[in-house]
């Protein structure tokens, strides 16, 4: 791997994680320049911080193909296209096909709120605050054609008190989230990740903080 990656972030809705990417490029380095945001939802506050920053915005509406598969496949020419090197899912609500994740093998990064392989899925905080578990966190992980799966890059774990609150707990979680994903990008955009099997290797670990 070498010189600066071109970083396609997909989200489909608030993009904080998105702007905390775009945020850390601004005063550090990620080691790549995110080119393109993508969305399947027109109205995604995602594209708008995407356009606000002249980062190329996309939306395809789903409704407008007649498969996933075909969807995917416009996509991924857009991808081609753009010559991306990264695909940095945050908070993209449409399931990838294996068109879209072998094209990329080991080339597609996500953020999940809860320690994976516990509260797959869309409401992780949620369920994991009503399970009463004392310890939730944040995955960052390759993505391969299971659910909220593949090789794990970094995980944070965070206490969950008593008397904490489910918005508490959502804070608590969006902030170890916009602190550790550009770090996981970069590690990627610096060549740094090794996958061996399931378990991800980083090369050159650095201080965390
Ligand atoms: C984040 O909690 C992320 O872990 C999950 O979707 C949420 C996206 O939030 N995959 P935002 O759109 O980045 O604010």
Do not use: W
């Amino acid at each position: 791997m070498s010189g600066r990656k071109r970083i396609s972030v997909f989200a489909s809705g608030f993009g904080s994680n998105l702007q905390a990417l775009i945020d850390y490029n601004k005063k550090d380095d990620l080691g790549g320049d995110i080119v393109l945001v993508f969305s399947n939802n027109s109205g995604a506050r995602a594209l708008e911080r995407a356009r606000k920053n002249n980062i190329k915005a996309v939306f395809f509406d789903s409704e407008k193909f007649n498969t996933r598969e075909d969807y995917d496949l416009e996509i991924l020419k857009l991808l081609k296209s753009e010559r991306i090197d990264l695909i940095v899912l945050a908070g993209y609500m449409y399931l990838l096909t294996p068109f879209i994740i072998n094209g990329f093998k080991n080339k597609i990064l996500n953020i999940h709120p809860a320690l994976l392989p516990s509260f797959k899925g869309t409401h992780s905080i949620q369920e994991a605050f009503d399970y009463g578990v004392k310890i939730s966190g944040v995955t960052v992980h390759f993505v391969d054609e299971m659910l909220d799966h593949g090789p794990i890059v970094i995980q944070e774990a965070l206490n969950i008190g008593a008397e904490d609150t489910l918005q508490e707990l959502e804070e608590k979680i969006h902030k170890i989230e916009h602190r550790i994903y550009p770090k996981a990008v970069k590690y990627f955009c610096k060549g740094e990740l090794l996958i061996e099997g399931n378990k991800t290797k980083i090369l050159k670990s650095k201080p965390e903080r």
